[in-house]
T-cell receptor, first 113, second 112 residues
Framework: ETGVTQSPTHLIKTRGQQVTLRCSSQSGHNTVSWYQQALGQGPQFIFQYYREEENGRGNFPPRFSGLQFPNYSSELNVNALELDDSALYLC????????????FGNGTRLTVT | GQSLEQPSEVTAVEGAIVQINCTYQTSGFYGLSWYQQHDGGAPTFLSY????GLEETGRFSSFLSRSDSYGYLLLQELQMKDSASYFC?????????????FGQGTELSVKP
């Protein structure tokens, strides 16, 4: 059973730039969700994808967007980066319903300067 | 609004028992989960309670009281490797399995 993998592990960008983060879900899972975790805080839900469509979104602006591919891999795109976007971005895979736990990747540490 | 409250820090010694409390206020409730996160690592699932009562998994137990909007994680026979952040999280909708609302986390320090 392959776990959740994310790339890159670290990234440094300049304010105003765009970034794409990637995630490969655990095999068998049909839902992928993305979280932002600021230092010393709990993860905050950005959005989730089910069958390649966005199926729930947190309190994040439209410059945060995503994609889910037929093989359940996923991308998180952030446009017009701001300093406050500096955080650990976590991808998690799961099943859509029920008590399915989230399986997280190790995250991408994004620093915006 | 939706919120989860848990203590920010807890310190205990090896071999002891520690309880981390969590109170929640959410628009819907479909279960309380607990996750462990070591520094710089991925959060990992520990336990889940959908119904009132105690769930036991080895050294870890989790309790839920839906009428009190309250739960706790109990860690027994503490080991140094248990030093980590612990998050409670609520699922507030049934058909959005990927969405959890997390608390701010409790940093547990286990001393020798």
């Amino acid at each position: 059973e392959t776990g959740v993998t994310q790339s890159p592990t670290h990234l440094i960008k300049t304010r105003g730039q765009q970034v794409t983060l990637r995630c490969s879900s655990q095999s068998g899972h049909n839902t992928v969700s993305w979280y932002q975790q600021a230092l010393g805080q709990g993860p905050q839900f950005i959005f989730q994808y089910y069958r390649e469509e966005e199926n729930g979104r947190g309190n994040f602006p439209p410059r945060f967007s995503g994609l889910q591919f037929p093989n359940y891999s996923s991308e998180l795109n952030v446009n017009a980066l701001e300093l406050d976007d500096s955080a650990l971005y976590l991808c998690a895979s799961s099943f859509r319903t029920g008590d399915s736990p989230l399986h997280f990747g190790n995250g991408t540490r994004l620093t915006v300067t | 609004g939706q919120s989860l409250e848990q203590p920010s820090e807890v310190t205990a010694v090896e071999g002891a028992i520690v309880q981390i409390n969590c109170t929640y206020q959410t628009s819907g409730f479909y279960g309380l989960s607990w996750y462990q996160q070591h520094d710089g690592g991925a959060p990992t699932f520990l336990s889940y309670n959908a119904l009132d009562g105690l769930e036991e998994t080895g050294r870890f137990s989790s309790f839920l009281s839906r009428s009190d909007s309250y739960g706790y994680l109990l860690l027994q026979e503490l080991q140094m490797k248990d030093s980590a952040s612990y998050f409670c999280a609520v699922r507030d909708r049934y058909n959005q399995g990927g969405k959890l609302i997390f608390g701010q986390g409790t940093e547990l320090s286990v001393k020798p």
